[in-house]
């Protein structure tokens, strides 16, 4: 053996939101091996089998060094028997039955690629699997009646599989920033999701929108969404409306956890082109704000045309699908707006586990609320909330569970 494989690893915190999730970790095999459990579990809509392998899964990624030994982890949190098991046997054989078998299976995979369509959940793509449906194809050959959403999906199935890389995210980010500045002038625009966490890529884009002047923001989504829109930006979206304001069963506990902001989940058309120049633009220091280089505007019909046409000679492509989704805050809920958004997923459900279960408070995107005091906390940035939550601050690339 190498020296220092049997140092036992101190003990880390049960919570992921008590400690550094960094991107890059030292445990990838068997994090890969975990996610695989995970998401299985996660398309057969077992969410609490999947949450378990997750937390396992975060706290090897939380270590600061690679494992070789199971022995090494005694004294670890989060780890269940299954996990340990799945552990060992990765150790010690270099895979894992179960998640070779899982890997290989038919349903598996099936499931994966029909959720890999936009506007296709686990509940759906089940349905699907069972009439015999495995792939998009096997899709659109069935005939069956799609939706708006799933329609696009099936469209733009192979760019919306692509991942998004940082340059083009930043492309995008300055569409947007015109787009918002154009409209309502003095608004801002934040990138988050995985791009803040200092991702390289990610499945989407992810944009947090408002204004300092707090009632400024209303209405401010079907204005910039009409803005994409007239200047061909955009080959899909569906906006939904504030439902905070009409809710009536108090802003602390929204149904589930989806939150009540006014948002847009969207297909962009981005000019590859396009993206070139204003990435060159960025390194010049320069903003295209000011410019009058905007692409000439398109109709969805024309950019749909296109695509078809493209994807029977692919290689000369001059734009791309790109999944992005914005969201409009008020200013007063920024700051929780930025924390509930910025992810990972698993962060955000341990933070609210965390408030729940050791402070008796209830966290949202909007607000939280003190059970005990009987009253709602303000806060107006991150570090506050984690203050208030009695937590370490805990930085965006610090929050990859
Ligand atoms: P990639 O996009 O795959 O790179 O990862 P990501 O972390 O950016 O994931 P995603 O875009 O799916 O979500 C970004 C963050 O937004 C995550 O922290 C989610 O928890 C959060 N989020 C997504 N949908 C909702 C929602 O409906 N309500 C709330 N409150 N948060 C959401
Ligand atoms: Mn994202
Ligand atoms: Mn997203």
């Not at 409306?241 to 969207?266: H, I, Q, T, V, W």
């Not at 402070?359 to 939280?368: D, G, K, P, W």
Request: with cysteine; charged share 25%.
């Amino acid at each position: 053996d190498e020296p220092g494989t049997e140092l036992a690893v101190v003990s880390l915190p049960s919570y992921a939101c008590q400690r550094h999730t960094p991107l890059l970790h030292h445990n990838t095999v068997l994090i890969d091996a975990l996610s695989i459990l995970a998401e299985n579990a996660e398309l057969s809509e077992n969410e609490g089998r999947g949450v378990a392998f997750r937390r396992a899964g975060a706290l090897l990624k939380s270590l600061p060094q690679e494992i070789r030994r199971v022995e090494q982890l005694r004294g670890q949190p989060c780890l269940g028997d299954h996990s340990l098991r799945v552990i060992k046997e990765v150790l010690e054989d270099g895979v894992c039955c179960e998640v070779e078998t899982t890997k290989e299976s038919r349903q598996f995979k099936a499931m994966k690629a029909l959720t890999g369509i936009f506007g296709v959940g686990a509940k759906t793509a089940d349905r699907w699997f069972r009439e015999g449906i495995h792939t998009p194809s096997d899709l659109q050959r069935s005939g069956h009646n799609l939706n708006r959403a799933q329609r696009a999906g099936v469209q733009y199935y192979d760019d919306l599989n692509q991942p998004v890389r940082k340059a083009e995210a930043d492309a995008i980010g300055l569409i947007v920033e015109k787009a918002v500045s154009e409209v309502l002038p003095g608004a801002k625009i934040t990138l988050i999701g995985g791009f803040r966490r200092g991702k390289e890529t990610g499945h989407d884009v992810d944009f947090l929108i408002t204004h300092p002047e707090e009632g400024r923001e209303e209405g401010l989504m079907a204005k910039v969404v009409s803005w994409l829109e007239a200047q061909g930006f955009l080959l899909y979206h569906k906006t939904t409306r504030n439902s905070y304001l009409e809710s009536k069963d108090g802003p602390a506990r929204p149904p589930s956890n989806m939150d009540r902001f006014e948002r847009c989940f969207s297909i962009f058309r981005l000019s590859t082109e396009n993206e070139r120049r204003i990435t060159q633009t960025i390194s010049a220091q320069s903003t295209l704000l000011h410019s009058r280089t905007e692409p000439s505007p398109q109709t969805n019909d024309q950019a749909r045309e296109e695509s078809s046409m493209l994807s029977q000679c692919s290689g000369s492509r001059s734009w791309m699908a790109v999944r992005v989704d914005m969201v409009v805050s008020p200013y007063s809920q920024f700051a929780f707006a930025l924390l509930g958004w910025t992810g990972s997923k698993l962060f955000e459900r341990e933070l609210r586990r965390w408030a729940v279960h050791e402070r008796a408070m209830t966290l949202s995107s909007h607000t939280l609320y003190d059970s005990t005091k009987r009253q709602y906390l303000r806060a107006n940035s991150e570090e506050e909330i984690f203050a208030l939550l009695g937590l370490e601050y805990i930085p965006p690339c610090g929050r990859n569970a």
